[in-house]
């Protein structure tokens, strides 16, 4: 190992051989800040090099470890004691978006749209794919991180990822090739998908009673019903439709033309998680009562 320190007193613009040398034996295990303090350079420019001649610097060597550590316990204890709560209360309140005006975000949005039109991929690994190995290897180590994951952990697991959906507005998706006409209606003055030609023509009926005057309002798929502390099946429920009634209550309807055991499940789930929930179940024979009067009446029925 080669053991330099030059004198601040030498300006160069250039590096030396020397320096390059010294960094390409010992960036891995001295780290930046070293490396950077005894050429006399700094971090930026050390870091820069190094990146231009192809070494890393690994933090699992022993001097970086304990380096780290021994910076983590002079930490220890500075930090402010609500520091979690405050953290907690901005990610609820937006995060930093929450603070930045609509034109900021539109120049953010444009900015990288743009840069993302010019290098199509960051790290220029677009079209390149893992091999057969590398995708068994991957799939070995999932599968054995679910087997040693306990039922509590997998439940958590699972309403995470539920969750994230819901705020994403992927809860169903969209499904192709099927046979119940599943596509985008405008109906109302919104533009939503509708997964059924009997759910798009529900939502036709509702929109015709909310014109009348039956009804209030009524939302497609406005609220995600969760169950806390299922382990196993379904842990949510996002019904199909929200209908305001003229006296100020409240129900959710479901269209389900057979009822699988999936679906049951959720509705008695409904009753035992939300008991003060109101859920009507418009089933085949509901829905073909409605449709022998709707279809005359309403606009663009299918």
Known sequence: MISLVLPK???????????????QNNYATLGLSECARRLQR???????????????????????????????EILRGRKRPDQAARCRAR?????LSALLSEETKARARAAGKGKWSRHTHPRGALGLKFSAEAIEKISAGSKR??????????ADQKMKMMRTRAANGTMCRPRPNTSWKAGWREIGGVRKYFRSRWEANYARYLEFLRQTGNIRSWEHEPETFWFEGVRRGSCSYLPDFRVGNNDGSKEYHEVKGWMDA????????????????VV?????SAYKAIQRKARFLVKDWE
């Open 9 to 23: 007193s030498i300006r160069r613009e250039k590096w030396q051989s020397t320096e390059l040398e010294f960094l």
């Open 280 to 284: 009507v179940l418009i089933d085949s």
């Open 91 to 95: 990610f609820e309140a937006g995060g």
């Open 262 to 277: 999936r679906s049951a499940t959720k509705l008695r789930r409904m009753k035992k998680y939300h008991p003060t929930v």
């Open 145 to 154: 991180r679910w087997q040693s994951m306990s039922e509590q952990q997998k």
């Open 42 to 72: 700094s971090k930026n420019g050390t870091r820069s090099k190094a990146s231009l001649i192809g070494v890393t610097c690994f933090t699992t060597s022993p001097e970086v470890i304990a380096r780290n550590s021994n910076h983590a």
